[in-house]
């Protein structure tokens, strides 16, 4: 396997799809600098080959990289399962009583994972959408609960992949800038709340030189609990607020540090003016 795919992969591992944020070794980018969007919302490009050929080049990429092709005979899907090891004691949404199947195996449960490619035959080729999304297992051997996976590092892993095999981006797409904070987290934490609740935050892992972040005092070990009073859940919720930041946007962030809350100010950079 070559250089350039085993950085794909590493880098597409950090959107969650290969395991949790909080299992990562390695901390991820600060930013993204620009944001992808379609005219579908999905991860949309148009691949060169027609509509078999572009299937099976799509199937034998995944295979490449550790995913395993799901046996189906409907030519205009293709979807394949990604190796998980993140683990749920909480359903995150469905109407199933996942909470009763976990006390009565006495631990977590798997969460299933894959990714889904829509295929439409084209004058010039093949439009691929492509989804990533989570199972979450149903009381009974009901049909599982999914989720689908909205954060941008899943989306743009999913381009970078469709990419590798001649993809190119759909009419209609365009780039925007991100606001650029300049902190890196790779792990989520749960805190218990005074109602006796908990409360997600990300880990700051790392904060750039000369950046928003630590011109505002943000330093590593800050537990960030909501992003312009909005809570998120988890990494990809955070990822999901941070991708939609625009640069000269005023961030509040809310922070824990040494178990005492903070309240830090600043004001979203320019991502193209970092090097």
């Known amino acids: 396997m070559g250089v ?15 395991a949790p944020a909080s299992a990562q070794k390695q901390v991820p980018p600060a930013t993204i600098k620009k944001r992808i969007v379609t005219a579908s919302g999905d991860a949309e490009m148009v691949l060169p080959s027609g509509l078999s050929d572009s299937r099976a080049r799509l199937a034998g990429l995944c295979e490449k990289i550790g995913w395993t092709p799901r046996r189906q005979y409907e030519p205009t899907i293709l979807v394949c399962d990604v190796p998980s090891t993140e683990r749920t004691a909480a359903p995150t949404q469905g109407t ?12 977590t449960v798997l969460v299933r994972k894959q990714v889904e490619f829509r295929l439409t035959a084209a004058r010039a080729g093949t439009v691929a959408r492509a989804r990533g999304m989570r199972l979450y297992p149903a009381i009974g051997g009901g049909a599982p609960v999914r989720q689908y996976m ?7 892993g999913l381009i970078n992949i469709m990419a590798l095999i001649g993809g190119r981006f759909a009419p209609g797409t365009s780039f925007r800038n991100i606001g650029y904070l300049g902190f890196r987290s790779d792990e989520v934490v749960d805190r218990a709340t ?10 700051v892992g790392a ?20 992003i312009n009073d909005r809570d998120f859940g988890d990494y990809e919720g955070a990822a999901k607020i941070l991708s939609k930041l625009r640069p000269g946007a005023p961030v509040v962030l809310q922070v824990e540090r040494d178990h005492q809350p903070l309240s830090i100010a600043l004001v979203a950079g320019n991502p193209m003016t970092v090097r």
């Open 4 to 18: 350039h795919m085993r950085r794909l992969i590493a880098g597409f591992a950090l959107s969650a799809m290969i």
């Open 96 to 107: 199933y009583d996942l909470q009763l199947l976990v006390e009565r195996r006495s631990g």
């Open 207 to 226: 904060v750039d030189p000369a950046s928003p972040g630590a011109d505002a005092g943000l330093k590593v070990g800050d537990v960030i609990h909501t």
């Open 194 to 203: 005074p109602t006796g609740g908990t409360r997600a935050g990300i880990v």
């Open 150 to 156: 909205q954060d941008e590092n899943t989306f743009n």
